[in-house]
């Protein structure tokens, strides 16, 4: 339950780099200083929250075939 919504969390504050002014200094490429550094963290974790899911949900299942 916690990567799901750790993945819900880091989705809405990635839109952040799409609908917050002065995030992107003339495009997605090149980040403003301090906004757009802290969100690009949120990519990374997102990443990770996805790959802790994947992770549980394939021991749930090779616990369930197991049983």
């Known amino acids: 339950m916690g990567s799901v919504f750790a993945v819900l969390i880091f989705c ?3 839109s ?3 609908t917050t002014p002065g995030v992107t200094a003339g495009g ?3 980040l ?3 906004p757009g550094q802290f969100l690009i963290k949120d990519i990374v ?3 990770v929250a996805l790959w ?3 992770d ?3 021991a749930r299942r090779r616990t369930r075939s197991a049983a």
Do not use: H, V
């Open 45 to 47: 974790l997102l990443g």
């Open 12 to 14: 809405s504050t990635i």
């Open 52 to 54: 802790t899911l994947g």
């Open 32 to 34: 403003s200083g301090l």
């Open 16 to 18: 952040f780099l799409f």
């Open 28 to 30: 997605f490429g090149l």
């Open 56 to 58: 549980s949900l394939g």
